[in-house]
């Protein structure tokens, strides 16, 4: 059989201590109704019902798909039923119940979710192909198309072995299949939710097997699908069984708080009940209870725990708008814990949730939180994509005639189908996927062009860039954040504005340094598979940096790199002709601290031997000059425009990049008399050329040359220095 578990334990609350994994007990949100195996399988073993008349054994479906569907065509659903009964007629769980309760318990799980009739149809025949005689050939002719898919991807998820070496290629087919029909993971989901409430008699080895891939994998994704429903029950059954203490623990916790006379969150709902009726806002005030891994995590996280800690008040409004208006009532009339304010409504989360969270205080100093939503809002935060119907079905005007469209698809979705195209192979992909899962926090940035982009929690701005770009991203040079220049390895947080600054080169290359700051599987696979393709030049990237500073210090003519030695060295080729002095046959030197050219401002000043040092007027030297009644000698600039002046790139880490640099100041005209780059920091890097040019008039033309080079973000002339007084 395909399902794991073959065991069916009696649901509801189980009293008193007992072995092995066990249904939480806490108080649910609503009465889920639950099937009666033993009725239904009594049911079963009779047969189907007379043609046209709905099997009693579907009573349970029907009535939880119509309270959702009042409209909904029960056709399918019969045929669906009678075909899967007389499939699996005569296969037995090892619990002694006919096969067929457990198509029909996956199928009433969707259901109370609201799933669509479709959805439901495909869920009663998903084990059909596999485990008996049925033919997708023959579920395409009775039920379409559309059904005869999501049988195909389900059943192709059941062909799971759950050893390691079968994971990562099974996982990587689940997400292809999920891909191009979020339903598919849907029935996969709540066909594990009932396995789990079933797996009382395997064996203690392949419980904890089962629960640890449902912990690492399916739970996540159920996170990203929005199935809340299904997210927090399986991860009750799958801490009792992983941590049956911590369980134990917690199950006492909830016990000993029911039975308390006082309750703190009856009392302030009956307070926010009381201020929006005042207020003439038509909401309801409910208390939802915190499920069992939630109550565990909030007494690591607090310690002891408050009667307030053990749920939240939810409020159901209308319309988007009473949502607010029932904050600020709440705000005006509480006490508000303001730190506790997150709007997920104006900007939602990626799994399609919506809502207001707030909290407020109580005078014994607890504080409840308080999650405000309205009704279709709260459908979707239950049910996630399921709530959706179907996404596919196109619009009567839609020229698509039926084409698969999937306009709700959730972004984490398409980046991880993504990314598991681009791995290079099955373990990468699963240990990536299992990272990229363990990420249960993401964050929403901004682009400057209005739209969002979704990253995980930590994110940077290498992973921006490979979301924003894909593959083009390899250009990427730098980036703005908030308006200001940030390097690539900046991590981002929720709400920031990212402008991703993108190099000319098509065949530019990516820094193997990213990899220390890539935090999402798009920016990683795609860094490593142009590693991985040019291990050439990947070996190269880590001798380039070094390489480079190497070349410029060697360059024919280059000078010293040790600015302040280079201060104390005359200059190779003064360039006196181009100032005139009072002092007519003096030695003119330009000083080295301010690199003066024209058309500067210049002060000049006499010097031991007779000789003149020139200036800038702003140089810090000048004042102390003067302060010091160093004879001043008047200079201008004369006809002659050769100069000499000392520059400063700012750039960022990459390939190359000194080479090119250097090679657009020599298209340029400019001759390098000396260059310092600096150790590279925060994947920056400062460098410093002090070069001549036959004409001053140049100067701007070589400056645009340097910042138009990918990856220079910034030129200026050096900024005066204090000078010695020998000047």
């Known amino acids: 059989m395909s399902a794991e578990a073959t065991n069916s334990v009696t649901p509801g609350p189980m009293p008193g201590a007992v072995s092995g994994p066990v249904t939480p007990t806490a108080p649910r949100r609503k009465a889920r109704p639950r099937i009666d195996l033993r009725r239904l399988g009594r049911a079963a073993l009779l047969g189907p019902a007379a043609r046209g008349r709905l099997p009693d054994a579907i009573s349970h479906v029907v009535d939880a798909h119509r309270a959702h569907h009042p409209d909904a065509d029960l056709e399918p659903l019969r045929r669906a039923y009678v075909l899967a009964e007389s499939s699996h007629r005569g296969q037995m769980r090892k619990s002694g119940e006919p096969y067929i309760t457990h198509p029909l318990a996956v199928t009433l799980i969707l259901a109370e979710l609201g799933a669509e009739t479709t959805t439901l149809t495909a869920s009663l025949l998903h084990d059909t192909v596999e485990d008996t005689d049925v033919t997708l050939d023959q579920v395409r002719d009775q039920f379409g198309e559309e059904v005869r898919y999501l049988v195909d991807g389900v059943t192709k998820l059941e062909k799971v072995d759950y050893g390691a070496a079968a994971e990562p290629e099974t996982f990587r087919k689940m997400l292809v299949a999920t891909g191009n029909d979020v ?75 029911a039975a308390r006379s006082d309750d703190p969150l009856a009392e302030v709902a009956d307070e926010m009940r009381t201020v929006l009726r005042e207020a003439d806002i038509p909401a309801e005030v409910l208390i939802r209870p915190r499920h069992f891994v939630s109550v565990h995590r909030v007494s690591r996280k607090r310690g002891r725990l408050r009667g307030s800690d053990f749920g939240r008040l939810l409020v159901l409004v209308n319309e988007d708008a009473d949502c607010y208006g029932v904050l600020g009532e709440l705000h005006t009339c509480m006490t508000p814990v303001v730190s506790e304010f997150k709007d997920f409504i104006a900007v939602p989360k990626f799994n399609l ?121 390899h250009a990427c040079i730098g980036a703005r954040v908030n308006g200001r220049l940030a390097t690539l390895s900046t991590v981002l947080r929720d709400g920031d504005t990212v402008q991703l600054l993108m190099g000319q080169d098509p065949a530019s290359e990516p820094s193997r340094e990213w990899l220390e700051h890539a935090h999402t599987p798009a920016a990683r696979i795609a860094i490593q598979r142009w590693l991985a393709a040019h291990p050439a030049q990947a070996e190269a990237q880590r001798t380039d940096a070094q390489n480079a500073q190497d ?85 201008r600039w004369g006809e002659a425009t050769e100069c000499r002046v000392t520059l400063v790139a700012e750039s960022f880490v990459r390939p190359h990049l000194l080479a090119d640099l250097t090679e657009a100041m020599a298209l340029e005209g400019a001759e390098i008399v000396s260059a310092t780059v600096e150790p590279p920091t925060q994947q920056q890097v400062r460098h410093t050329y002090t070069v001549e040019l036959p004409d001053a008039a140049r100067l701007p033309a070589l400056m645009r040359a340097m910042r138009n080079v990918a990856g220079v973000y910034d030129v200026s002339r050096a900024q005066p220095q204090p000078q010695p007084q020998g000047g």
């Open 353 to 473: 949730y919506q809502s207001l969270h707030t909290a407020v205080a109580r005078e014994d100093g607890q504080v409840v939180e308080v999650l405000i939503r309205t009704h279709q809002m709260h459908k979707v935060a239950e049910a996630g994509v399921v709530a959706l119907g179907n996404p596919y079905a196109p619009a009567p005007d839609d020229p698509a005639d039926g084409e698969r469209v999937d306009p709700t698809r959730p972004g984490w979705l398409s980046r991880l189908l993504d990314w598991q195209e681009a791995a290079p192979d099955p373990d990468h992909f699963w240990s990536t996927l299992r990272e990229d899962l363990a990420q249960d926090r993401e964050i929403t940035v901004f682009r400057p062009d209005g739209g969002t982009l979704g990253l995980p929690e930590g994110a940077t701005c290498v992973d921006a860039a490979y979301a924003q770009y894909g593959e083009d991203a």
């Open 183 to 257: 339903r598919v993971m849907s029935i996969k989901l709540a066909d594990r939710l009932h396995n789990m409430r079933t797996l009382g008699v395997m064996r203690p080895e392949k419980q904890e097997r089962i629960a640890k891939v449902t912990r690492d994998v399916l739970i996540p994704l159920a996170e990203r699908l929005g199935v809340q429903a299904l997210k927090t029950e399986l991860e009750d059954l799958v801490f009792a069984i992983l941590h049956p203490e911590e369980y134990a623990h917690t199950r006492e916790l909830i016990v000993r708080n």
């Open 551 to 635: 070349r410029a210090a060697h360059r024919p003519g280059a000078g010293v790199p040790d600015p302040d030695a280079a201060a104390e060295q005359p200059a190779a080729r003064p360039a006196a002709g181009s100032v005139l002095t009072d002092r007519p046959g003096a030695a003119v030197r330009l000083a080295r601290c301010c690199t003066p050219v024209p058309p500067d401002e210049i002060a000049g000043f006499a010097v031991r031997g007779g000789a003149v040092t020139v200036h800038r007027a702003e140089c810090a030297a000048v004042a102390r000059m003067r302060d010091g009644g160093r004879a001043e000698v008047g200079v």
